[in-house]
């Protein structure tokens, strides 16, 4: 039998609220995050995601998922966006859409793929592409709590004009020692770059991770084929399958 209390909690996350844009950040030439206000906002865990639809004047609809990249302790709710080719929610979010308008979306959804700082570590986060979106929700809920505990970040991205959230990325490891950020570009990296340069494999996540020995809770997010590899990559690593979790992105969003 449902609870009461879980019932409302279920119906609160379930139903449809009217977000409204109070700004817009470009990440990267293709990214771009909206910043929302939304009232009743039931509060989320970093990690999980919304669904976001769209209503035209004509009543068609069309419905896509989202990750949350803002921290539960953000003031508002912050949504990075990529824009995919010929994808009709993405190119309205990333193009058309202002400060001021209006759509629709509901959640928070998702409970496996989270992380708080009451979880623990060490903590190792590796993603692909916007894949980081989820992992930047831990960082910044880990900024925001102060916390100490040990953390790595792999990043792969195609170009160095892609990263996104890269200066602050940057801000955040440059002052906070227990974070280590670790890029790897696989096309046309800059002279200067001095990270990686090629996809990741497992003589990079031996030494850009955690070993299996420290026991870390291991966050991999991103391209299927990405996801997969790594996730393959760790187990035959000695790492425990219970502590290695993935999403997996794909056209429509967030597939757990």
Excluded at 238 to 245: N, T
Aim: glycine fraction near 10%.
């Amino acid at each position: 039998m449902t609870t009461p209390v879980l019932a409302g909690a279920v119906a609160a996350r379930v139903r449809w609220r009217t977000a409204t844009v109070a700004g817009v950040v470009d990440e990267t030439p293709g990214v771009r995050t909206l910043l929302l206000d939304v009232p009743g906002w039931p509060g989320h865990r970093a990690g999980q995601h919304v669904d976001v639809r769209l209503t035209a004047e004509d009543g068609y609809r069309a419905e896509r998922s989202y990750s949350i990249a803002s921290a539960p302790e953000d003031p508002q709710l912050a949504l990075t966006v990529e824009r995919l080719e010929e994808g009709e929610v993405s190119s309205y979010l990333c193009g058309e859409l202002r400060a001021g308008d209006v759509f629709e979306l509901r959640g928070p959804i998702g409970g496996y793929f989270v992380w708080g700082v009451q979880d623990g570590g060490p903590l190792f986060l590796v993603a692909g592409g916007s894949g980081i979106v989820p992992l930047m929700s831990m960082l910044r809920h880990r900024s925001a709590m102060h916390s100490t505990i040990p953390t790595r970040l792999l990043y792969s991205s195609r170009r160095w004009d892609e990263v996104i959230y890269r200066d602050e990325l940057l801000r955040l490891a440059d002052k906070d020692p227990g974070l280590v950020v670790t890029h790897t570009i696989t096309r046309d990296a800059p002279a200067e770059f001095r990270g990686y340069r090629r996809r990741i494999d497992r003589a990079m996540l031996e030494e850009a991770g955690w070993p299996s020995g420290d026991a870390p809770l291991t966050y991999i997010c991103g391209p299927t084929p990405l996801v997969e590899a790594v996730a393959n990559e760790m187990v035959a690593l000695g790492h425990d399958p219970a502590r290695v979790k993935t999403e997996r992105f794909g056209p429509t969003g967030p597939v757990e």
